[in-house]
């Protein structure tokens, strides 16, 4: 098992910047894939990015060149660095975890959520 808890949240104008944490507990996180997804008001939860172990990275489109992703495995924790943020990157996002070694983008192949944390972004 393995719990999650983002924190890091807020309430930003456009073109400003957020930093997510995420830290994890339970089996061992420097061996399972890790991911952020975001869902808004009315919409399906969609993938943000990811990484692996040992710190390969993939990103959405929407989000690739502005976002971040970086693990420290000896903190158990995930960051999400977001700069440059836009008034559609307004979501609960949330902390993800899978059993596996590999990457993926859908909610589906994810077995372990934190809480969620809402980020606003005011045009």
């Known amino acids: 098992q393995v719990q999650l808890n983002e924190s890091g949240g807020?309430?930003?104008?456009?073109?400003?910047?957020?930093r997510l944490s995420c830290e994890a507990s339970g089996r061992a996180f420097n061996t399972i894939p890790?991911?952020?997804f975001r869902q808004a008001p009315g919409k399906e939860r969609e993938f943000v990015a990811a990484t692996t172990w040992n710190g390969a990275t993939t990103y959405a489109?929407?989000?690739k060149g502005r976002f971040t992703v970086r693990r420290t495995n000896a903190a158990n924790t995930l960051n999400l660095?977001?700069?440059n943020l836009r008034p559609e990157d307004t979501?609960?996002?949330?902390?993800?975890?899978?059993?596996g070694l590999t990457m993926a983008r859908t909610p589906a192949e994810y077995d372990y959520w934190g809480p969620g944390t809402q980020?606003?972004?005011s045009s």
Do not use: F, K, P
């Open 10 to 18: 807020g309430w930003v104008e456009a073109g400003g910047s957020l």
């Open 34 to 36: 890790m991911a952020w």
């Open 61 to 63: 489109d929407s989000v």
């Open 81 to 83: 660095q977001m700069n």
């Open 91 to 99: 979501a609960v996002y949330y902390c993800a975890a899978r059993n």
């Open 119 to 121: 980020v606003t972004v």
